[in-house]
């Protein structure tokens, strides 16, 4: 069992940034694939991106390939996402995810542990 902390969201101007962490408990979090995923209001939870066990590997959507960066600490066992050249259409919940599924899942079903969100806004 794991469970997840976010914290980082905010409010920010067009074009600006944001960073947000997903701190895991317990010992087994080098053992999750991880992913950020995010839920703007009136719409499903969409995946944003993953990362594999080791952190060598990332897969990213592509409305945020390129300006967003995911990267994670085992020995801290946090994740991060850093947020660049943020756009209004950004504005969502952001959520981080377990997986113990390899590949790199992109469903919210193959997701086992969910964190309780963070708010991120993007202001035009």
């Known amino acids: 069992q794991v469970q997840l902390v976010e914290s980082g969201g905010g409010l920010v101007q067009a074009g600006g940034s944001l960073k947000l962490f997903c701190v895991a408990s317990?010992?087994?979090?080098?053992?999750?694939?991880m992913g950020w995923f995010r839920q703007a209001p009136g719409k499903e939870r969409e995946f944003v991106v993953s990362?594999?066990?080791?952190?060598?590997?990332?897969y990213y959507a592509d409305s945020v390939s390129g300006r967003f960066t995911i990267s994670r600490d085992n020995a801290k066992n946090t994740v991060y996402l850093q947020m660049n050249s943020l756009k209004p259409e950004d504005t969502a919940v952001y959520y981080c995810?377990?997986?113990?599924?390899?590949?790199?899942?992109?469903?919210?079903?193959?997701?086992?542990?969910w964190g309780q969100g963070s708010q991120v806004t993007v202001s035009s």
């Open positions: 317990g010992r087994t979090f080098g053992s999750y694939a």
């Open positions: 995810g377990a997986t113990d599924l390899w590949g790199f899942p992109k469903s919210t079903r193959d997701y086992k542990h």
């Open positions: 990362i594999s066990r080791s952190g060598s590997s990332t």
